[in-house]
């Protein structure tokens, strides 16, 4: 070992390194060194850096290296197999980038983004409804056998966008016109789920590669 140490003087300080080999309880010396010295003298001696010696290698030690098959994958693999995904869910916020908007002019624009939306993403025979009688901002609900699509304004700056579809790329191509539409708009955040059952964790399209 290397120790460096500083003796605090009151007009200079005064350093002094100390080298060792060989002696197992060394930092335990050092260490009652300094505070000896600094007792007797009551003069500060600091130790300022340690740099320590190669670590011994010994025969007892003798490390165990596990690889996959030393773990019990059996329940993991389970799941695996009998999950069945049956549609894929994103929920995503957008910032709209404007305040103090005609609640009527955004609520059509809004509704022609969902609509846009719906048609890239294959839904047929869709059912819209529109809610704006409920505080600021407005609802737009669409059920079709495909899915469904819920965007919601907060008559403010921010719209939730909640969709699910039976198909994956439908859900790619329903966000990619949705936010193509509102171009104004930028994606704060977007979550993408698997739903199935079988405690699912992977989209249909990744258990097909």
């Not at 294959?122 to 699509?149: C, H, M, R, W, Y």
């Not at 789920?193 to 990744?206: C, E, K, L, S, Y």
Request: proline share 3%.
């Amino acid at each position: 070992f290397r120790v460096d140490m500083i003796l605090m003087g009151t007009t200079e300080e005064v350093e002094v390194n100390v080298l060792s080999t060989g002696d197992s309880r060394f930092l335990t010396r050092i260490v009652e060194f300094a505070d000896a010295v600094t007792n007797r003298t009551s003069v500060p001696f600091e130790i300022s850096a340690i740099t320590g010696a190669a670590p011994e290698d010994s025969d007892e030690y003798q490390p165990k290296h596990f690889t996959t098959e030393d773990y019990d994958i059996e329940s993991g693999e389970e799941q695996f197999r009998n999950q069945k995904p049956l549609g894929h869910h994103i929920v995503s916020q957008l910032d709209t980038g404007f305040v103090d908007r005609s609640e009527k002019s955004f609520t059509q624009e809004l509704v022609s983004a969902l609509d846009s939306a719906l048609k890239a993403a294959n839904f047929s025979k869709v059912q819209v409804q529109v809610i704006d009688d409920v505080g600021n901002g407005v609802v737009v609900l669409a059920v079709a056998p495909e899915g469904t699509g819920i965007a919601v304004w907060d008559g403010n700056q921010r719209i939730t966008v909640n969709m699910f579809t039976f198909d994956s790329e439908n859900a790619d191509a329903f966000f990619q016109k949705f936010t193509e539409k509102l171009s104004t708009a930028q994606v704060l955040s977007k979550d993408e789920q698997p739903r199935g059952v079988g405690r699912v964790v992977n989209f249909a399209r990744d258990l097909s590669r």
